[in-house]
């Protein structure tokens, strides 16, 4: 039985990412996860695609703040309650063509973020009076799903087995091993056969046992769509930068084999995910799932 191996959040879209032993699921995603966007100051996303020095920026869960640090920075504090924003300015933003909603978290994080970035930048809250819609066209099965700032789904799930073909593939050529927070999962999952995700319907789970919140125990994620991969995995986590030995990888690898004709021959590598039941439940590192597989017949 598959069992989760790994739990991601990354609290600022395209930042540093956390690892956790146990997160509460909620219906737009892992709680506090892509909460935050930097931004230029008209209010147009920034991310590593085109500044990979954000990965460098890390981030705590701390008991009122997010705590954000950076190498040669100061520690820098906001609020994780959108309340304590007080008379925050609100932005309207995109997240690529969807639109999305911001609160301003004030001139202080600009500052900090502009002057690790060396380029004028502000920090966006999800403003939580608004929505922003999942596609249409991908949550039928759920009737509707929202998301705060990730690229378009709640949650994104991987197999651990798909990694470490990708890695036996990449060592075969003398490429070094890569980790998993390259392709930033919020789930990572044991038990399955490499590339098995693909054709994971739905993933379960009866958490009654472990669940505090008071909310539903049963945790229903239906997999909707595959994850079609831009060049930002080549990207070294822990230096901000890609590898100077092999600075396309593991996108050269993955284009011999992960290229995939449903999605305009973009390259693919995990599985998007919504939550059908289970918000308010808490998943653990270690906690069994089923997972029901289909096929397309």
């Known amino acids: ?40 100051p008209d209010g147009a996303m920034l991310t590593q695609r085109a500044y990979p020095r954000m990965a460098l920026i890390r981030v705590e869960i701390g008991d009122a703040d997010l705590i954000v640090s950076a190498p040669g920075m100061p520690v820098l504090r906001t609020p994780l309650d959108a309340a304590r924003l007080g008379a925050a300015v609100k932005v309207e933003t995109k997240v690529w063509r969807d639109a999305a909603y911001g609160l301003d978290t004030g001139d202080e994080a600009a500052a900090w973020f502009t002057e690790f970035l060396g380029l004028p930048a502000r920090l966006l809250r999800f403003n939580p009076a608004r929505e922003r819609i999942v596609d249409p066209g991908y949550t039928a099965s759920t009737g509707g799903a929202t ?3 990730a690229d378009g789904f709640p949650l994104l799930v991987i197999g651990q087995a798909s990694l470490d073909d990708l890695n036996a593939r990449l060592n075969g050529k003398g490429a070094p091993s890569i980790r998993i927070d390259r392709f930033r999962p919020n789930i990572v999952l044991s038990g399955l056969d490499a590339y098995e995700e693909d054709y994971v319907e739905t993933l379960s789970a009866d958490v009654a046992a472990t669940n505090t919140a008071g909310d539903d125990p049963h945790v229903e994620l239906r997999l909707v769509k595959l994850c079609s991969r831009c060049p930002m995995p080549n990207i070294d986590q822990a230096r901000g930068a890609p590898d100077p030995a092999w600075p396309n990888e593991p996108t050269d690898t993955m284009l011999g ?41």
Not at 1 to 28: D, H, N, Q
């Open 1 to 40: 039985m598959p069992t989760i191996s790994e739990l991601f959040v990354y609290p600022i879209k395209s930042c540093a990412g956390i690892a956790l032993r146990e997160a509460r699921l909620l219906a737009t995603g892992l709680e506090y996860d892509r909460n935050w966007m930097i931004t230029d």
């Open 147 to 149: 998301t705060f700032f």
């Open 257 to 297: 084999y992960r290229v995939n004709a449903n999605f305009q021959g973009a390259v693919t590598f995990g599985n998007n995910a919504l939550v059908a039941s289970g918000a308010g439940a808490w998943l653990r590192v270690g906690q069994q799932v089923e997972a029901e597989l289909g096929f397309g017949d």
